[in-house]
């Protein structure tokens, strides 16, 4: 079993920054790929990005159009997404996600039922 906790969230303006993190335990860390998601009262659950177990593979969502980076730390159990110049439209929850997957390479990324795991989420709310 693996949990994972989000935190990183909080009230921020246009144009600021945030650097999400997701902590793992339960499970080596290692040999788990990890996805962002986000959901917003307004939409469904998106896909924002996803990073390969070892993190020689980054997928995107198509409209991130590189305002968003992520990465991983496996020593310390710890996902990370950067989130830059944020628009009002980002507002939304942020949930990580993981998947035991020892594959560089994957085309499922974006799809929400592959992840065995869920952490809770966190919030982010961009506004003037």
């Known amino acids: 079993q693996v949990q994972l906790a989000e935190s990183g969230g909080g009230l921020v303006q246009p144009g600021d920054s945030l650097r999400l993190s997701c902590v793992a335990s339960?499970?080596?860390?290692?040999?788990?790929?990890v996805g962002w998601f986000r959901q917003s009262p307004e939409k469904e659950r998106e896909f924002v990005g996803a990073i390969s177990y070892g993190g020689q593979s980054k997928y995107y969502g198509d409209w991130v159009v590189g305002r968003f980076a992520i990465s991983r730390d496996n020593a310390k159990n710890t996902a990370y997404l950067q989130l830059n110049n944020l628009r009002p439209e980002d507002t939304a929850v942020y949930y990580c996600?993981?998947?035991?997957?020892?594959?560089?390479?994957?085309?499922?990324?974006?799809?929400?039922?592959?992840?065995?795991?869920w952490g809770q989420g966190t919030q982010v709310i961009v506004s003037a």
């Open positions: 996600a993981a998947r035991p997957l020892l594959q560089n390479y994957f085309s499922d990324y974006g799809d929400q039922r592959v992840y065995t795991y």
């Open positions: 339960g499970r080596a860390f290692g040999g788990l790929s």
